[in-house]
């Protein structure tokens, strides 16, 4: 008789990735998401439609955050567009590489949108994602508009 428990081969759902942070995991998923949506132009749950039965073991809470950055990258879509055209003109977003748009527009929503996950936190994984997946030269600017976005988010936080 098979066995349908999680760890069984047979079984129909995949086991999480191992070695990997959840939330790590979680913010890999929405950037690639963010990308095929790009590229495709797909709106999100199109995009995760496909994408998580291929690429799903990453548990269930890296799914949640990733599901969660998903719905505030679209929410906060103009607050988004308009932080990025303020704090970095001479790049505008629809000039940018679809994978540097989608670091910067998953890593904006975050900042925005998370205000209890730490400002630190989100620069230090963006900065590490974009080493995997930026261009060499987006390090530099993403540091630098999280950096402030950030350092506004503080000033607000006080008053």
Do not use: F
Not at 7 to 20: A, E, H, L
Not at 47 to 73: C, D, F, K, N, V
Not at 74 to 82: F, Q
């Amino acid at each position: 008789m098979k066995s349908s428990a999680p760890d069984s081969p047979t079984s129909s759902k995949k086991p999480p990735v191992r070695g990997k942070d959840p939330r790590r995991q979680g913010r890999e998923a929405a950037l690639q998401i963010l990308y095929a949506m790009d590229l495709n132009g797909e709106t999100a749950e199109q995009a995760a439609a496909w994408y998580w039965p291929l690429h799903g073991a990453i548990g269930a809470e890296g799914q949640r955050l990733a599901q969660r950055l998903l719905s505030q990258t679209e929410a906060l879509s103009d607050e988004i567009a308009l932080t990025a055209a303020t704090l970095c003109p001479q790049y505008p977003l629809e000039r940018m590489a679809p994978i540097d748009r989608a670091l910067l527009r998953l890593s904006l929503a975050e900042m925005l949108g998370q205000p209890k996950t730490p400002g630190p936190v989100i620069i230090q994984e963006t900065i590490r994602m974009s080493d995997h997946y930026a261009r060499p030269e987006m390090k530099k600017l993403l540091n630098a508009v999280l950096d402030a976005v950030y350092k506004e988010r503080q000033k607000k936080a006080r008053e």
